[in-house]
């Protein structure tokens, strides 16, 4: 007797198997759903139909519309069975496919995002690719059936302009979407003060941030703004919008006032109403910010952010097995931002039911509510308010008696919001993301001087980098570290991503450690990335070596950062990074080529390059290595001073019983010297310059 298994009838939704989140959300739809793999694609060849790929992600609110619109219902779903083959792609879990087709979606209508729905010949070649599209015809876009039907009309009836398009994009995609062309500039690279006036057009004055609606938060520019005010680099105004921008933020309803943490994105230019997933890359974002903005500009609403942050981190999206988990949704019980908004009576409820013996919140409630902007009629829908700070009036809350009240009110808020269904969270672990996050918490512990802050990351640090070895390391062999992209796919490619962001984990977490062994993964990573994934002046998103179904090319990776910083911008850094800790210039002779590129697709627009800014600022002559006992990282006083140290500092560490000290460059130690305390004297006017040069305080 044939023994039956699953694969043989081809009349089914297969993803109830699968482990992503995702993809379960999608086990029951009645379209007949493949998951990613070679059995989908064959089965496209044999039967010469058309691929829908279908391309999104358990958080996202506008995956969860169109599968309960297009994707449930039986005319729509019997149509796309009978004539397209249709998969399913979580894109946290096959990030290159992910960014091929934004790549196509791009070209076809200069826009992308999710759900990605790609249109696709049977080897794989995109003849179309947009993103949402409504069941019922809204503001004369597209529905899904009408779109659908032209397109399977195409396929069968216009085969050669079909087949035109899918070269053209995929021709396109090849050559890279950033024109080659040069910008013309002096030295070896524009000053900040230049890419802030170039930026300056954007900025939006009112309510901080640049461009319009929808606002997303762009840490790495503002990480690189504070660095080089740091560094007094940046004239005065310019760097007050910086600050203006971090406080608008923290104040708006992008920022989780109840419970810590920070939305994916604004849907208004003053930052007051979120897309209220939350994502854990832009939680080490945001961690990153702060730390270094601790160090400029040390308020109270920055010291909160990152308290607030880390515990609703340790509370929320730490897992069981010690990752960081993925995101959590924007909707709660099926409607967006229930589980975060609050009308008057819930909000006047909560401060009733706050117990503080020496301030009654209810009696208080007129001031609070014109404080956090609370109204009858609400600022979303049904009358609904989200939780902000109002800018305009943050004289009367920026005192000590003020803030200890805010700080009460968002307590009273968290209570309230604990009897509540919360949104669903995706327990699964991206490599990179928790690569990320391990070197996010790094950064609040070198740069925050809060003590109760260091304390809390340090914890977390501890927890998550032994995570991370159980988690998402497989092996290392003589090919260097193996690494396992997602907890939910056994079998993943070596992705750019996480080798790069695991190699720049080594290297911070050998600079507060001086833990050698860290230091050695990282040479070893970063030798393995410079042989597999840099090719004829490239980097690419997966390995050369690595094997997969016959799909596409192996795209180049730009310096342009999606919704987090480019990893290929990452690699200039650590690997710039790398040839003053090792005093190798043959480092900087690898990227060389690499680099003058992404100097002119930064220059095009630094706003979307901006780790590229943080990676090619410096000239190579600014870099310098300290080398320091290792003993001194047990001093609170070398501790206290380590916020002095920015990226172009790498910190080196001599192990014994010895104090003597070296600065050097990548030719020769310009300074030594013996002694924690001759150390601190020597470097402290360096110090007192970049304070009196700060144009921000």
């Known amino acids: 007797m044939e023994k039956f298994t699953m694969t043989q009838d081809t009349t089914y939704n297969r993803l109830s198997l699968e482990k992503s989140a995702y ?14 793999g070679p059995e989908a694609i064959q089965k496209a060849k044999d039967e010469n139909k058309p691929i829908f790929l279908s391309v999104g992600y358990s958080t996202c609110h506008w995956c969860h519309v169109m599968s309960h619109e297009s994707f449930d219902d039986q005319e729509t779903a019997d149509f796309m069975n009978e004539n397209f083959i249709n998969i399913k792609v979580d894109k946290e879990e096959l990030p290159d496919i992910d960014n091929y087709y934004q790549q196509a979606c791009h070209l076809f209508t200069q826009s992308g995002g999710w759900p990605l729905s790609a249109f696709l010949l049977p080897d794989m070649r995109p003849f179309f690719v947009g993103t949402y599209f409504p069941k019922k015809a809204v503001e004369g876009q597209t529905t899904f059936k009408d779109l659908t039907a032209e397109l399977l009309r195409a396929f069968k009836e216009e085969k050669e302009q079909v087949e035109t398009n899918a070269t053209n994009v995929t021709e396109a995609i090849a050559k890279g979407l950033i024109p080659k062309d040069k910008v013309e500039y002096q030295g070896h690279f524009p000053p900040p003060a230049a890419i802030m006036d170039a930026v300056k057009q954007f900025a939006d004055e009112e309510n901080g941030g640049y461009g319009k609606a929808p606002k997303f938060p762009q840490f790495s520019f503002y990480e690189w703004a504070i660095e080089q005010m740091l560094e007094g680099m940046i004239q005065k105004d310019q760097g007050e919008h910086i600050i203006k921008s971090i406080e608008k933020m923290l104040m708006g309803g992008i920022y989780d006032h109840a419970r810590g943490g920070i939305h994916r994105y604004a849907t208004d230019e003053s930052w007051l109403v979120p897309h209220f997933e939350k994502m854990i890359y832009d ?65 006047e409820d909560a401060l009733k039911n706050y117990e503080d013996e020496s301030e009654s919140l209810i009696e208080n409630s007129e001031t609070i509510k014109k404080w956090f902007g609370i109204t009858k009629e609400g600022s979303f829908d049904k009358g609904l308010n989200v939780i902000s700070l109002n800018y305009d009036l943050r004289s009367e809350f920026f005192t000590q008696d003020g803030w200890n009240t805010i700080r009460k009110v968002k307590k009273a808020l968290q209570n309230e919001r604990k009897n ?22 790094v950064d609040v512990m070198q740069y925050c001087q809060i003590d109760i802050i260091r304390q809390k990351a340090s914890a977390l640090f501890n927890t998550a980098l032994e995570g991370l070895y159980k988690n998402f390391l497989v092996s290392k062999d003589d090919a260097g570290m193996k690494i396992k992209h997602s907890t939910t796919r056994e079998q993943s490619l070596p992705y750019l991503e996480d080798y790069v962001n695991f190699a720049e984990t080594q290297l911070r977490v050998y600079e507060i450690t001086g833990n050698p062994v860290f230091k050695g993964n990282f040479a070893d990573t970063l030798e393995f990335i410079h042989k597999e994934f840099i090719h004829e002046g490239e980097v690419l998103t997966r390995s050369k070596s690595s094997s997969d179904f ?49 100097i002119h697709e930064s220059l095009k627009n630094p706003l979307s390059s901006a780790e590229a800014l943080r990676a090619l600022s410096y000239p190579d002559s600014a870099y310098r290595v300290v080398k320091l006992p290792t003993k001194w990282l047990e001093n609170p006083q070398y501790i206290n001073f380590m916020p002095y140290f920015l990226s172009r500092f790498v910190l080196d560490y001599i192990p014994g019983d010895e104090d003597k000290w070296e600065i050097c460059n990548l030719s020769e130690c310009e300074i030594t010297g013996n002694g924690l305390e001759e150390f601190i004297e020597t470097l402290r006017p360096t110090a007192q310059a970049e304070d009196e040069g700060d144009s921000a305080e």
Do not use: C
């Not at 379960?24 to 009645?30: R, V």
């Open 283 to 347: 939680q080490a974002g945001l961690l990153r910010l702060l730390a270094k903005a601790s160090v400029l500009y040390p308020s109270p609403i920055i010291f909160d952010g990152l308290i607030q942050t880390l515990d609703y981190l340790e509370a929320e999206m730490l897992g069981d097995n010690a990752h960081f988990l993925t995101a959590q949704d924007a909707d709660a019980e099926g409607v967006e931002g229930l589980y975060h908004t609050f009308s008057l009576e819930e909000f």
């Open 420 to 441: 509540r269904i919360p949104p669903m969270t995706d327990n699964k672990g991206v490599a990179s993301w928790n690569f990320m996050m391990v070197t996010a918490l």
């Open 550 to 598: 016959e799909l596409y090319p192996n795209q180049a990776v730009n310096s342009m950062d999606q919704s987090y910083k480019s990893s290929a911008s990452t690699l200039i850094q650590i690997t710039r990074r790398a040839a003053i800790l090792f005093g190798d210039r043959e480092y900087l002779d690898r990227v060389k080529d690499i680099q003058e590129d992404f």
């Open 23 to 36: 993809l379960l959300q999608h086990k029951d739809n009645l379209i007949h759903w493949y998951s990613y």
